[in-house]
């Protein structure tokens, strides 16, 4: 497995971690026991990945449990990244909580729940308008001089209040939604990173599945899966977007790689500092997305795909209104 540093922190990793959300939370329930999910984890870690991806708010609470007892036998040798700033009331997120003293409560409860005495990497999972970034930054800088955290990380945040957290206390990593389908973070976002040398983690990298061409027009989601509420995912908006993934099959063909490979070897091909934390629920499915490693992208590729999008622009935005209304812009 390739490694790759995150910006100028020296936090050095997989050059593709793994998301753990899914196996607890955001999709249809899942049907593999806590057992086979543990073991899906583990091949993650025997195929080289080095980074975990978690949060208080996937289950809630029941994800950062799972991942802890997963990872437990090679704990020290890997990177383990949990977010705060959620309020949670009876098992269900009802709103956004980042005060400092909040914080660091929840800080002492992931730890329980993860097995650990410090997290690599704590990500505020989203911005609390009503907490200036800079109290937040305060905090995790407590937590980071007690030992509790090593590397202060930010999610969906805009450039400004990147910098003005950053002012603060140094962030190491960046965490925003960035794929072939979503550009967003190209206006302004990944310039700003490469300036104050933070790396890049974008979440779901194979857009919500629907980049890797096996999400059928005609899929109907749970209520519990996210893409139930998210507007590309309604059966219209998948038919109108399946252009754009023909456009890219070309290049998949070409290379001789899956449209998930492309993928992820695209987001790889942007910037040496970019670690997609795709995730999966499957061990074939993971050996596949690792193998995105191996696919080498050149410049008619990447012209290639650029123009698809052109060709076929994305037909609705990537969130819901509700959602939208987390994301710091």
Request: charged fraction near 25%; proline fraction near 5%.
């Amino acid at each position: 497995m390739q490694k790759r540093k995150l910006g100028k922190s020296n936090l050095e990793v997989s050059a593709l971690g793994f998301g753990c959300m899914g196996m607890s939370f955001g999709l249809s329930p899942t049907t593999l026991t806590r057992q086979e999910q543990i073991a899906v984890i583990r091949a993650a870690y025997d195929q080289g990945v080095t980074l975990f991806d978690t949060a208080e708010g996937y289950g809630p609470f029941t994800n950062e449990d799972l991942v802890g007892e997963a990872v437990a036998p090679f704990r020290d040798k890997i990177v383990l990244a949990s977010k705060f700033g959620f309020e949670i009331r009876d098992g269900q997120i009802v709103g956004l909580n980042s005060r400092p003293e909040h914080i660091k409560q929840v800080a002492d409860a992931s730890l329980k729940r993860l097995r650990t005495d410090r997290m690599d990497l704590y990500y505020q999972h989203r911005v609390d308008p009503n907490v200036p970034i800079e109290e937040v930054a305060g905090a995790v800088k407590d937590l980071i001089a007690a030992g509790k955290v090593k590397h202060f990380g930010l999610s969906e945040a805009s450039a400004k209040t990147l910098r003005r957290a950053h002012a603060v206390q140094p962030v190491s990593v960046l965490q925003t939604e960035y794929s072939l389908w979503t550009r967003d973070p190209e206006n302004g976002i990944l310039q700003a990173v490469e300036e104050l040398g933070i790396g890049f983690v974008p979440w779901s990298p194979l857009g919500q599945g629907y980049l890797t061409g096996k999400v059928a027009d005609t899929t109907t989601f749970a209520a519990t899966d996210l893409r139930s509420t998210f507007p590309r995912f309604t059966p219209e908006a998948m038919k109108s977007n399946r252009e754009f993934l023909k456009l890219i099959s070309r290049v998949a063909e070409r290379k001789g790689a899956s449209l998930a490979q492309i993928a992820l070897a695209w987001l790889l091909a942007q910037k040496p500092w970019i670690v997609p934390i795709p995730g999966t629920r499957g061990v074939e499915r993971l050996k596949e997305n690792l193998g995105a490693i191996n696919v080498q992208l050149d410049s008619t590729d990447l012209k290639d795909i650029d123009e698809a999008l052109v060709r076929a622009p994305i037909k609705q935005p990537r969130l819901s209104e509700a959602h939208m209304g987390f994301i710091d812009r």
